[in-house]
């Protein structure tokens, strides 16, 4: 009886730990061998069976001719994004294909972090997507170094239309030693603003602020004195997504956000972490928690928390993209939880170093879409490859990337597009097949007109020049700790568990212990080396 | 059941092999039946160790696990994890984490156990114990949801109700004091009912004229509970804590990564949520998997170990 026992438990235990002994390696063992699943496409995308006999006046020529041959090349991609329709409702697929003989299979990933997490595991596997988004230029100096990428320069023949679309310039955002190594989508131009209950204003008879005393002061009567009207001490007065919450406050003396590389007035090229002015920006932001009126919970907002608490009418100051206050649906929402709620948009305070509306990155992209090297070997899709980056960089392709079909979502008036009703309804994941960008004003103001004037004073702004995104970082640097490091100290400042005399111990804690003078110096250099700061 | 093979303790090779085939073909069914268990083990837990190597590699993409460069040193990646500003706040908080639910983790199913076997009433006991487990199959996502809408400190029920008596209001969830708290107590939560199964399974194998007897002795519910049912499952108890123990570096990657923010960073941050910042994210392949191995190395020790001390009181696995 005894013995059994025991044999029973030797047995389960030995069925256990070896479970135990893989699981634990499990940041090892995973990425060896086939991928995770997932890479089978979806078997039912056949939806036109003719080959694309029909093809429109495609951009290059090859692409006919290959559609004429009558064989669908599959083509997967994957980036970043939301709200792809299914294959068999996905008109812009469906278009593609028929106008490059392909089966293209796009697949999206809400969360950044998550999709980082992918790719690298789809990389590591040999798995690779035929067009793939690269998180930033850091990382594609990575993948370059790695041998990943199929080096585009002996290509840029081929893709004449897309060059020509993308302009030589920005082109070398996607550079390293001289090979172009990926397709940089032009920069959105920038949508953050803080934004404003003006109805709460009215209420409580002020004006919309503009200094940051006055800021302040606004931000503790909307905390303070129930805006609302509910007879409740539950309104919050300014709210946004971790420290960018203050990018206008930043701003207004002068700083950029936390380790922001930017070239001053003068022609000197900095980094906002050693600026004098940053100090006094975080005695200020200090100041403004003090009081009370910001939501204690910026730095847990992830996601659109913040926005989800400005539209349920708790919060008075947001910093948030026009979109997503302004975009018809959640205007809507807005009216549902209250009908009189207006929101504004506030240009940045002024203060004593100016007025700049946060940081914008000069050497940034919307976006950067890489080929694998792999397919180095298959020529003929890598081909299709090319022929829709022309496509969509092309007329007909770009205006169905951007518009949708025509004559179902938009008509033409000479050259001016006229929307349909089924524009706002259907079109809104277009963007996602935007693998080379678009005429970002044109496009914005035909597809959101009624947010134009939005779209307009959040270009209007004025805004810090950032150069963060030509940026690499050199060995040795673990930006992953680097960043941790200070927005935890960042934090620690401006909720006074650590006084600020402490600032310049840990400007000296972050250069030693976390090799941040390697990196600031390796970034200068490379500034510098694309000719700013001198 | 008698065992032949134990009884003789220099028994010469062969005859000793041939024995074991013997008996093997004797009880061939059973190996039949344990033959899918062992395959799926091989081929899908002790094959794929041999990707650990890239611990010892600087892993390349491109040139994959068996091509690419050795590390030079060979423990680089080692050194490069022990030598993290964070190190020791990582190891601290991952065992302590750990520590927290192993300890205050143990008792609650258990007792849920015990009160579910003394419950009498049929179906109130299985509306408990399917509203118990049910947590269990909750992602954290939706738990931190629902912790999210109580404890938030702008917008949660509990701060609102603190407001509302003219009280200061908690920062649950972005403050290191509560955090560990709330950590540990939501899991403990998601897992009771869960947990509680496999003790009841136990307590289910108790010899019923146990029980009997100790009635005719005159022992009370509780007298039975410490005298027959509590032993009859310490078996169980011991095991399953001596294979938990195994996993005390695994603090809980899914919950902290889903519920942690900048501001409880000291007392939240694990290994597992560094590697995958440091590791993953950042294409550090290698070092993910020498921070792997190095939890398993740790947690071998400690299943061994404890069996060992466990033996002492004639209660080991093995």
Known sequence: ?534 | MEMPIAAQPRAEQPRRLASFFGSAWRFRAFYVMLLPGLIYYVLFKYLPMYGVIIAFKDFNMSSGILHSAWAHPWNKHFLTFLHSPYFSQLLTNTVLISVYKLLFGMVPPIAMALLLNECRVKWFRSLIQTLTYMPHFLSWVIIYGILLALLSQSSGLVNQWIKDIGGETIPFLTSTSYFRSILVSSEIWQNLGWGAIIYLAAIAGIDPTLYEAARADGAGRLRMIWHVTLPGIRTVIIMLFILNLGHLLDAGFEQIYIMYNIQVYPVADILDTWVFRTGLQQLNFSLASAVGLFKAAIGLVLVLGSNRIARIWGEGIW
């Open chain 1, 1 to 534: 009886m005894k013995t059994t026992k025991r044999m029973t438990l030797l047995l389960a235990g030995a069925a256990l730990l070896p479970g135990l002994l893989a699981g634990c390696g499990s940041g090892g063992g995973n990425n060896s061998g086939t991928n995770s699943g997932g890479s089978a496409g979806t078997g039912t995308a056949q939806a036109s069976g003719s080959a694309g006999s029909s093809a429109s006046s495609s951009a290059s020529g090859s692409a006919s001719a290959s559609a004429a041959s009558g064989k669908k090349v599959k083509l997967d991609i994957i980036e970043t994004g939301n709200n792809l329709p299914t294959p068999d409702q996905d008109f812009i697929k469906e278009a593609l294909d028929k106008a490059l003989g392909t089966d293209i299979n796009l697949t999206v990933y809400a969360s950044g972090d998550d999709y980082k997490n992918q790719l690298n595991v789809r990389l590591a596997s040999g798995n690779f997507p035929d067009l793939f988004q690269v998180p930033d230029r850091a990382t594609l100096k990575q993948f370059a170094e790695q041998g990943l990428l199929l080096d585009l320069t002996p290509y840029m023949e081929q893709l004449g239309p897309t060059k020509e679309f993308l302009g030589d310039e920005s082109l070398k955002k996607t550079t390293i030693d001289d090979k172009i190594y990926a397709i940089p989508k032009a920069p959105n131009i920038p949508y953050n603003t803080y934004w404003i209950r003006k109805d709460w204003l009215d209420k409580l008879g002020l004006q919309p602020p503009a200094t940051i005393d006055e800021l302040k002061n606004v931000v503790t009567a909307f905390a303070k004195q129930d805006p609302d009207g509910n007879g409740k001490n539950d309104t919050i007065g300014l709210t946004g997504s971790k420290l960018s919450t203050f990018a206008p406050v930043f701003g207004a003396f002068g700083v950029g956000d936390p380790n922001t590389f930017y070239v001053k007035d003068d022609g000197k090229l900095v980094n906002s972490l050693y600026e004098p002015a940053m100090k006094d920006a975080l005695a200020f932001i200090k100041g403004l928690i003090d009081t009370g009126g910001v939501d204690p919970e910026i730095m847990a907002n992830t996601g659109l928390q913040h926005q989800e608490k400005a539209i349920k009418g708790q919060a008075g100051i947001i910093w948030i993209d026009w979109p997503n206050l302004s975009k018809d649906q959640f205007a809507e929402q807005i009216k549902k939880v209250n009908p009189n709620a207006e929101w504004i948009q506030l240009a940045p305070p002024k203060g004593p170093g100016g007025q700049y509306d946060g940081p914008y990155d000069a050497g940034g992209t919307s976006g950067i879409y890489a080929i694998p090297k792999a397919l180095e070997k298959d020529k003929e899709k890598l081909q299709k490859v090319l022929d829709l980056l022309n496509y969509v960089s092309g007329k007909d392709g770009s205006m169905l990337v951007q518009f949708g079909i025509q004559g179902r979502h938009y008509n033409l008036d000479g050259d001016k597009v006229v929307p349909t009703d089924l524009m706002s309804k259907e079109t809104g994941f277009t963007w996602l097949y935007q693998f080379t960008g678009r005429p970002e004003m044109s496009y914005l103001q035909t597809k959101f007109a009624p947010q134009a004037k939005y779209i307009e004073f959040a270009n209007n702004q004025p805004r810090l020049q950032s150069l963060n995104g030509f940026l690499t970082n050199p060995e040795g640097y673990n930006p992953a700790d680097a960043t941790r490091f200070i927005e935890e100290e960042f934090v620690k400042f401006v909720y006074g568990k650590e006084p600020l005399t402490n600032y310049d111990s840990f400007l000296k804690q972050l250069e030693t212990s976390m090799n941040f003078k390697t990196f600031y110096d390796d970034a200068v250099k490379q500034l510098q080396a694309l000719g700013y700061g001198k």
